[in-house]
């Protein structure tokens, strides 16, 4: 699988697709199964990119240091096939926090597309990194979000 691009878009203030932080891929020849369309497990990793990289930009070095998040579950619709050589633009943005639980939504197409190839939401927790145990969700989150 290839490198991500740059995350960019809302990085900031992203509720919704219209307001996503975004990057593209380009979907790679190892990125292919044998029905000769990006492989579903391709779509998660994916996912995972994009949603790391907008932690990573907007966090900061004492919020990386302070929290890790775990996937706690993976809901994925799979809509349209996407193939070796295109391009397709990964959007994200927060949803719900309840407790150490906290929403992401991924949309994955191809760009100008009127409906996904994936749609993902991913249940993250977030973990005190010196702990290991479950943290809150709260404001020294949601603030460099601008959530």
Known sequence: M?????IGGNLTGARNFDSAAM???NAAAGDIDVLGHVNNAVYLVWAQDVATAHWRRIAGPELLQKYLWVVLRHEID???EV????TVEI???????DGARYERHVDIR????ARPAAKVLTVWCLIDAETRKPRRVGDDIFKPFGV
């Open 2 to 6: 290839n490198e991500p691009q740059a």
């Open 23 to 25: 990057m593209t891929r």
């Open 78 to 80: 799979y809509r349209d």
């Open 83 to 86: 193939r070796e050589g295109e």
């Open 91 to 97: 959007r994200t943005w927060l949803g719900e926090a």
């Open 110 to 113: 191809k760009p100008g597309a």
